[in-house]
């Protein structure tokens, strides 16, 4: 499966309306907390962030951007925990608890370094850059390299 241009919009349309829904939960009073993390390590992990694979490559990676902005990974465990945790401690009320696990908190240049590492083998990077992911959503043309 491949990310397509109405995947990012959907995307984009989610995370305003999240917002949205955040905003009126805040002007009403309702208590509240929120609890943010990057990725789960289920979904992202499973394929190196790879759109049209299901298990890790083991010859070839396509990197957005240089591969070098640092992510939180964390569990759907961790946040269950977290969320337990958040929902008795009163200091967490109507605040948002960015979850940030310092030994998940890894580049996908690091986590592609630990795969290689595993596999014993080097895998041919390719570099996408933010001008090409934008030259590609606006021209519509599938998500890749």
């Known amino acids: 499966m491949r990310l397509s241009v109405a995947d990012f919009v959907l995307y984009n349309i989610l995370v305003v309306e999240k917002a949205r829904i955040r905003r009126i939960i805040e002007a009403e009073g309702i208590p509240y907390t929120y ?9 992202f992990l499973c394929n190196l962030a790879q759109i049209d694979i299901t298990v890790p490559p083991r010859d070839k990676v396509f990197i957005l951007g240089d591969g070098n902005v640092k992510g939180a990974f964390v569990t759907e465990a961790d946040v269950g925990t977290l969320t337990i945790e958040a929902a008795n401690e009163p ?4 605040k948002t608890v960015r979850i940030r696990l310092p030994k998940n908190y890894l580049t996908i240049n690091e986590i592609i370094s630990l795969w ?3 596999i014993g083998k080097t895998l041919e990077k ?3 850059s933010e ?3 934008l030259k ?3 021209g519509k043309a599938r998500f890749r390299g």
Request: with cysteine; proline share 0%.
């Open 131 to 133: 001008e090409k992911v």
């Open 91 to 94: 200091n967490a009320l109507n």
């Open 116 to 118: 290689e590492n595993k």
């Open 136 to 138: 590609d959503i606006k």
């Open 35 to 43: 609890l943010c993390c990057h990725a789960f390590i289920d979904y």
């Open 126 to 128: 390719t570099y996408v």
